[in-house]
């Protein structure tokens, strides 16, 4: 029996899974090898009117089926997580190896010439009116070296930088660093300029590399 056959029979229009339920109530044979079912049209009739629950048994069935089909995903889906987090695991070991092989050590000549204890220090004895504005740090930036106000980009991180022996550069870790100057000795500001990076530190220029 066609699905459409049974639809049209029974008025009943099935998902392709409860249909093929249907489909093997129908096809079901007794004990001794007979059909069940006689013909198309009493299987349908028997469906339509839940003769002896057949309805509820062929739902039942069809119900099993999908818990045994998301059971089966819910297995494959925890075998799969299961193995990402094994390959995850062998991967952060190996990534340990080889950072071990490489021997990374920190960079002295690459971004940040200022240590972070530095900056912190003073940003601690730093008061409001220490601390500048972008406009404020670049027209100091011009006064104190000439750089066109305009050109200057002022910067709000700083990177330091490590080594391998390979001669391979990382960021090791990123600052935040706002400008400011407590004194004419005494201040931190990082800015670009026309394509070139800077650092201003106590009042001296560093070129900014990275």
Excluded at 13 to 18: G, N
Excluded at 25 to 34: K, L, T, V
Excluded at 158 to 174: C, I, K, Q, S
Aim: aromatic share 10%.
């Amino acid at each position: 029996m066609q699905k459409n056959e049974f639809e049209r029979r029974t008025g009943v229009y099935l998902t392709d899974l409860q249909y093929r339920c249907a489909e093997r109530e129908y096809e079901r044979q007794d004990d001794s090898g007979r059909d069940v079912w006689p013909d198309k049209d009493a299987f349908c009739a028997a469906y339509r009117d839940n003769k002896d629950g057949l309805a509820e048994r062929i739902q039942h069935q069809a119900d099993e089926a999908i818990w045994r089909m998301e059971e089966r995903h819910r297995c494959a889906m925890t075998d799969s997580s299961d193995r990402v987090q094994e390959l995850c695991a062998k991967i952060r070991t190996l990534e340990l190896a080889l950072d071990t092989e490489r021997e990374w050590t920190p960079c002295e000549d690459a971004g940040t010439r200022l240590p972070q204890a530095k900056y912190e220090e003073l940003d601690k004895n730093a008061v409001d009116l220490d601390r500048l504005s972008d406009e404020h740090a670049a027209e100091m930036i011009s006064e104190m070296f000439g750089f066109i106000p305009s050109l200057i980009e002022i910067r709000h991180e700083a990177d330091a930088y490590e080594r391998d022996r390979h001669g391979h550069l990382r960021v090791r870790e990123t600052f935040e660093r706002d400008p400011i100057c407590i004194s004419t000795d005494w201040n931190y500001i990082r800015f670009d300029c026309a394509g070139c990076q800077w650092e201003l530190i106590d009042g001296a220029l560093s070129a900014y590399e990275d």
